[in-house]
């Protein structure tokens, strides 16, 4: 099914059904992981909405769940960015830590929260993203928890929005590949 969000036109990558039965797997496995233990997931705003609420749901722990929203504005340090953490309130000492991103591209971001959140000593911390794409990837470590390896083109929907639409797709819609020989209706 295609679908257009202002200039550009998107196809469903994901459907919604393949989305759910990966989350639960994903809760299956973390609920494994951490058997016993209380654990802390941390959805990070905006992209993670969705995603954070399917997974906390299949996950069958003592849970915390809290969201943080990282600030990126240019500054004038000569790397151009300069972040911080929005809305910690959570005390992370000794706790252990699920970052929970939507999508996890370059990995700036959450290279970032790494560092930023092992500062507050937590037990451990893991990442949990719904999409990853290993071709923009510029690190070398692996990711705890992923729910879809993808190519390297923009996706919308399921939270992840293009221009600040299209978050409340229930699917997961890629950019369209434009087509070489539209001149054939000439
Ligand atoms: P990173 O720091 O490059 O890993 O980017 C992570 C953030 O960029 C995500 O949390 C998203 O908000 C945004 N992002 C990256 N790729 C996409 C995409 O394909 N669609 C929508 N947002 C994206
Ligand atoms: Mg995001």
Redesign the pocket.
């Known amino acids: 099914m295609n679908m257009t969000l202002k200039d550009k036109n998107f196809e469903v990558y994901l459907s919604r059904s393949e989305v759910k039965k990966r989350i639960h797997q994903l809760g299956e496995q973390i609920t494994r992981d951490f058997q016993n233990k209380e654990v802390v997931v941390l959805g ?1 705003l ?3 909405f969705v995603f954070m609420a399917d997974l906390c749901r299949e996950i069958n722990l003592p849970l915390i769940c809290t969201f943080i929203k990282l600030s990126s504005y240019d500054g004038t340090m000569t790397t151009g960015q300069v972040r911080s953490i929005l809305g910690l309130d959570s005390d992370l000492k000794g706790k252990n830590v699920i970052i929970v ?10 290279e970032y929260l790494l560092k930023t959140i092992s500062d507050h000593h937590p037990e451990s911390i893991a990442i949990a993203t719904l ?1 990853f ?1 290993p071709e ?2 510029r690190f070398k470590y692996a990711i705890d928890y992923v729910g879809f390896e993808i190519p390297n ?4 929907g399921y939270g ?3 221009d600040g639409l299209g978050r409340n797709l229930p699917d997961i819609y890629q950019l369209s590949t434009p087509l070489i020989n539209s001149i054939k209706n000439v």
């Open positions: 990070v905006n992209g993670s991103e939507d999508i996890v591209d370059t990995g700036i971001s959450i999409l794409k923009a990837f083109k923009f996706v919308v992840l929005d293009y």
